[in-house]
């Protein structure tokens, strides 16, 4: 149990155009999701803190009207990147926690790596 | 303010060695959460170890255990008989705040590499 996805693994876009990231718990409500951002062989940083139903809680530093988040449901919370540039390209990774928050364990989705040309 | 030191960038080691990954960490919570995980060339995150704070027992499990040692803020990792599979970067982990907040604060990671 506790799998969580993420769609599309592997995106390539051009300088300007806008992506969409969704991050998916597939056998659990997640109350809680976050979005982390790694630059290549560096280590994975917060972004921001997405609660169901709520604006999302975005860490210092991230521009929250570049880096656009969705959390609608309870299964599903989107992140797109408006107007990317190249120094946008990184491996993108959400994870989800469950409702009790037990432990505060996260599950983490398989990652997105996004090229901007 | 939280912390997460891993000293070590890349170690390298010939299969069968034993091998032992550093980590320290600052918080001043009194509750907190420690983890290990691990990140091969795919990318994907493996979770290999949770800790709670009020729980200092080491833990073994196949081939990794765990000291946790609150007295010098470590949680360190040893991989005991390496193997080539093993080498991948593994991340060490501290969570602060309990209930829906718990967002993971990562140390830089330790770049292992198991050589035949």
């Known amino acids: 149990g506790a799998v969580v996805s993420q769609h599309p693994s592997r995106v390539i876009c051009k300088s300007g155009t806008s992506v969409k990231i969704e991050c998916r718990s597939l056998?659990?409500?997640?109350?809680?999701m976050f979005w982390y951002r790694q630059f290549p062989k560096q280590s994975l940083m917060l972004m921001a803190t997405?609660?169901?139903?709520?604006?999302?809680?975005?860490e210092q530093g991230v521009e929250k009207d570049k880096f656009l988040i969705n959390h609608a449901s309870l299964t599903l919370s989107t992140l797109t990147v408006t107007s990317a540039h190249p120094e946008d390209s990184s491996f993108y990774i959400c994870?989800?926690?469950?409702?009790?928050?037990?432990?505060?364990?996260?599950?983490f989705g398989p990652g997105t790596r996004l090229t901007v040309l | 303010a939280q912390k997460v030191t891993q000293a070590q960038t890349e170690i390298s080691v010939v299969e069968k060695e034993d091998v032992t990954l550093d980590c320290v960490y600052e918080?001043?919570?009194?509750?907190?959460?420690l983890f290990w995980y691990k990140q091969p060339p795919s990318g994907e995150l493996v979770f290999l170890i949770r800790?709670?704070?009020?729980?200092?027992q080491n833990e073994i499990s196949g081939r990794y255990s765990w000291n946790f040692q609150k007295s010098t803020s470590s949680f360190n990792f040893t991989i005991t008989a390496s193997q080539v599979v093993d080498s991948a970067v593994y991340f060490c982990?501290?969570?602060?705040?309990?209930?829906?907040?718990?967002?993971?604060?990562f140390g830089k990671g330790t770049k292992l590499s198991v050589k035949p």
């Open positions: 918080t001043r919570d009194t509750t907190y959460y």
């Open positions: 994870s989800a926690m469950t409702p009790s928050g037990s432990n505060n364990e996260q599950f």
């Open positions: 997405s609660n169901e139903g709520s604006k999302a809680t975005y």
């Open positions: 056998d659990f409500q997640a109350t809680t």
């Open positions: 982990a501290l969570s602060e705040r309990g209930g829906s907040q718990g967002n993971l604060i």
């Open positions: 800790r709670n704070s009020f729980d200092e």
